[in-house]
């Protein structure tokens, strides 16, 4: 390895996130090690197995999870295994064995073992709804089950990044998109809708998001693990700070894409968790870890175009007859 690589963990590699983040630590040098569930889907992997190494365990198996750790014996651990976060993955007692449980073992078997960074991947839903831009010590007010459970994760983080003094810090994403993104989602439905001239069905086109490219999100993730700071169980906003409404984001791609067709707003039923207002302050992730987003969104739709472009063996997958995003 090189001098300064690092073993890593990683949890939820086979998601859209994590898939991303480990194709940086490969190219950084780092030594990887998967946490996978054994009937994972892997597709997202395929090119880059035979350079990491894979442990099949959940994070709900408690006994096996400490086991595994204790054999990796990690510098950096970061928790990205989740569920819940799509709206067709309504098993209560997996949200909470997966996203709070989970979250549990893992700290505990990590703490046994020692390790220097322990990065958890939060999510802005832990705030529910807000007529604002939340600051990170404001009370979370859940709005799903999804959300209360990544609460309870992160102030479980919190609790015991203080009480064993290790650094244990949360990054709460906003909207994530880019490259291995699912492919039932808002971003890949509507650009490869697009690329065809055509829009897909569409919710309220008041509905908000701050939309953050995949490659900003994992630098972030990188810089919560090499920076030492004084403050052991840091949560962070992990956004642009800046809201974009359905209406300006289908303008901007059909701008982009020159697509003729009109959006029919309305035309998919709105989430649960969907709202008018939604974006962040990153006033202390900047402050602390130096991090700004590197792309506005019109430069992350061009690099997930391109992508979608470049990638022949995967646009299949993507424009493979599918439900509607979820």
């Given amino acids: 390895m090189p001098k300064h690589a690092k073993r890593v963990i990683v949890t939820g590699a086979s998601g859209f996130i994590g898939a991303n983040l480990t194709r940086r630590l490969l190219r950084d040098g780092h030594d990887v090690h998967l946490l996978l569930r054994p009937a994972e889907h892997r597709w997202r992997l395929e090119a880059v197995m035979p350079h990491v190494a894979i442990h099949e365990v959940a994070v709900e198996q408690r006994e096996f999870l400490e086991m595994v750790v204790r054999e990796i014996d990690p510098d950096w651990v970061f928790h990205l295994a989740a569920y819940g976060c799509y709206s067709s993955q309504r098993d209560i007692r997996r949200i909470v064995e997966t996203n709070f449980t ?33 600051l990170e010590s404001e009370l979370p007010e859940p709005n799903s089950h999804y959300a209360a459970t990544k609460a309870a994760a992160t102030l479980y983080c919190q609790f015991a990044a203080n009480h064993y003094q290790r650094r244990l810090t949360t990054l709460r994403f906003y909207s994530i998109f880019g490259p291995w993104e699912e492919p039932t989602r808002l971003m890949p439905t509507l650009l490869l809708a697009g690329l065809r001239g055509e829009l897909p069905p569409l919710v309220s086109p008041t509905t908000a998001h701050d939309f953050v490219y995949v490659d900003d999100a994992v630098e972030a993730l990188l810089l919560a693990a090499e920076t030492v700071h004084d403050q052991p169980g840091a949560v962070f906003n992990v956004g642009t700070g800046i809201q974009t409404t359905m209406r300006d984001l289908v303008e901007t791609v059909r701008r982009q894409l020159g697509v003729s067709a009109s959006p029919v707003w309305g035309s998919m039923p709105n989430r649960q968790w969907d709202t008018d207002v939604w974006f962040s302050d990153c006033s202390a992730v900047e402050a602390c870890l130096g991090w700004k987003p590197s792309y506005a969104l019109e430069d992350g739709l061009r690099a997930f175009v391109a992508w979608l472009e470049s ?16």
């Fill in 102 to 134: 989970g979250t549990v073992n893992l700290v505990e078997a990590c703490i046994k073992t020692g390790f220097e960074a322990f990065v958890n991947a939060g999510s802005s839903s832990e705030y529910g709804y807000k007529s604002h831009a939340p």
């Fill in 311 to 326: 990638e022949p063996g995967i646009r299949p997958r993507y424009e493979a007859p599918r439900k509607p995003p979820q």
